[in-house]
């Protein structure tokens, strides 16, 4: 299966971002591959089938939806059937924390930080669909973003940042006023879903409780008591969860040396990442390593 990378793409150098447009038909079918990057898919016309993991479902015009790094999907398309869709493609980091911090946002992105973590019946069985002035609104975005990475003039590092935060705020705006009564949960419980969303996109990050209590405006006790009732364990618990799952999976799927895996997953201290992983999954990483790739 294919894996592709930003390196994939003419984007910028330190600005790991890339948005397209594309016409799908048979004849042009883009096969099951996953990415290292997170993509957003906007449906500007048509329909057709969406391939994801295994699973698949009908997409039409309208649909939004993000494929998470690592998830395989691909497009199935009958004789006569085709589809036009805006691709967004970045790195996690390209909305940067501290943008969050400062304009309070991360309680407006749950589209972002929420949605993709779901099962995968709430997110693609009950997906966003836009119709009208909504949809128009994100298409008018997506456009600006196009516009600003092909002229790519003063300030349009900054200026797209911004508008993606925009983006999202809307998507997440649209996305809670379509969630069915049935969905309601409690505050506590959307805050986790928040906060487990932010850790998988930033496990490669410094993570502190500081800094998420802030980003997320909870004190530590509540946040940790909330982690406990919801997830079972407290955040740094979940957060070293998060980093073992994505170094078990780098060290089969790269041939990188344990420090580079190590800091990839938020580990500077290569000694504490290895005495982690043993008592986390019971063997070292190497051995770890060794056995799977049999």
């Not at 957003?40 to 993000?66: A, N, P, W």
């Not at 949960?185 to 930033?202: C, D, M, P, T």
């Amino acid at each position: 299966m294919r894996k592709k990378s930003m390196d994939l793409y003419s984007h910028p150098e330190n600005f790991p971002f890339w948005i397209q447009r594309n016409r799908h038909d048979i004849r042009d079918l883009p096969a099951l591959h996953i990415h290292e990057f997170v993509e957003m898919v906007f449906v500007v016309e048509g329909r057709g089938t969406h391939l994801f993991q295994d699973i698949q479902y009908e997409i039409r015009e309208g649909d939004v939806f993000i494929i998470n790094p690592g998830e395989a999907h691909g497009y199935g398309l009958q004789e006569g059937e085709s589809i036009e869709v805006l691709n967004c493609l970045f790195e996690p980091d390209g909305i940067p924390a501290t943008l969050l911090r400062e304009m309070q946002a991360t309680e407006s992105m749950d589209f972002f930080y929420v949605q993709p973590f779901l099962n995968k019946e709430a997110r693609f069985y009950h997906k966003l669909n836009l119709r009208g002035s909504d949809a128009a609104s994100v298409t008018a975005i997506l456009e600006e973003l196009l516009a600003e990475m092909q002229q790519q003039r003063h300030g349009f590092r900054t200026l797209i940042r911004m508008k993606l935060i925009g983006l999202f705020i809307l998507l997440s705006r649209y996305y809670k006023e379509r969630q069915q009564s049935s969905d309601k949960v409690s505050r506590s419980e959307i805050l986790v879903q928040r906060v487990r969303g932010y850790v998988e996109r930033h496990f490669s990050e410094k993570l502190t409780l500081p800094l998420l209590t802030e980003l997320f405006h909870i004190g530590v006790r509540q946040l940790n008591r909330n982690f406990h009732k919801y997830v079972g364990c407290s955040v740094v618990e979940y957060i070293h969860h998060v980093r073992i799952q994505k170094a078990q999976r780098l060290l089969v799927d790269t041939d990188e040396k344990l420090a580079v895996v190590s800091a990839w997953v938020g580990y500077e201290d290569t000694s504490f990442f290895s005495k982690l992983f043993a008592r986390k999954v019971g063997c070292s990483p190497g051995k770890y390593r060794e056995e799977h790739r049999k």
